[in-house]
């Protein structure tokens, strides 16, 4: 079956501008995760939706950076008036359970996002 | 601090080399993962595992719940095996559903 998809695959943007990143979770998965990987640095977690409850934003870096899922699925992370430390791959991953019901995560291939 | 500590940071092997990394967590956990990634590439789960052993092709991990320790290990390694290796726990009190991840070893096989 279909696994994650993110896109676009590669985002140059100019400092300032808005971006929206896009993520197509696998069907029927509940839970979602977005993180974001800088240049040679581990995984940063950014926001988590689980169902129909309220989204797990502690993790995103400033009121900069907003995500939402509309109808459970589909995810929208958007960075608002970008600035050069936000580039990095941002990571989409959807798991049946979440963590803390032991499931396993899935990822996209993620989102490589350029400010110039 | 992190709740999950990997080591080592980067391996360099030669082809054919047993190779092992290690996990250490500080927290109870209801599952450990161990993920791939590929230069460039995107993140691919090779175990999930809650106890014991669990074995796919010349990749072994193991987990001691009682030492919150686990380790990869591969055999006859091959330089398509050079990739970043990163574990991840799922926490058992965890009020964010989050997963805790370590920082990777990097794994360079040379041929």
């Known amino acids: 079956g279909a696994g994650v998809s993110q896109s676009p695959s590669n985002k140059v943007t100019e400092k300032g501008k808005d971006v929206e990143l896009r993520c197509d979770p696998i069907?029927?998965?509940?839970?979602l995760y977005w993180y974001r990987q800088s240049l040679g640095q581990g995984l940063e977690f950014l926001i988590y939706?689980?169902?129909?409850?309220?989204?797990?934003k502690s993790g995103l870096p400033s009121d900069r950076f907003s995500a939402e899922r509309t109808g459970g699925s589909v995810s929208t992370l958007t960075i608002q008036r970008t600035q050069q430390e936000d580039s990095a791959v941002y990571l989409c991953?959807?798991?049946?359970?979440?963590?803390?019901?032991?499931?396993?995560?899935?990822f996209g291939p993620g989102t490589r996002l350029t400010v110039t | 601090k992190n709740e999950v500590e990997q080591s080592p940071q980067n391996l360099t092997a030669q082809e054919g080399e047993f190779i092992t990394i290690n996990c250490s967590y500080s927290?109870?956990?209801?599952?450990l993962h161990w993920l791939q990634q590929h230069p460039g590439g995107g993140i691919v789960s090779l175990f999930m595992?809650?106890?014991g052993k669990k074995k796919h092709g010349r990749l072994i991990a193991t987990i001691n719940i009682q030492e919150k320790h686990s380790s990869l290990h591969i055999t006859a390694s091959h330089p398509r095996d050079s990739a970043v290796y990163i574990c991840?726990?799922?926490?058992?009190?965890?009020?964010?559903?989050?997963?805790?991840f370590g920082t990777g070893t990097s794994l360079t096989v040379i041929p």
């Open positions: 991953a959807s798991s049946p359970r979440g963590a803390s019901g032991g499931g396993e995560q899935y």
């Open positions: 069907s029927g998965h509940t839970a």
């Open positions: 595992l809650s106890s």
């Open positions: 927290v109870g956990i209801s599952a």
């Open positions: 939706f689980q169902g129909n409850s309220a989204p797990d």
């Open positions: 991840a726990v799922s926490p058992l009190s965890n009020t964010g559903n989050q997963f805790y």
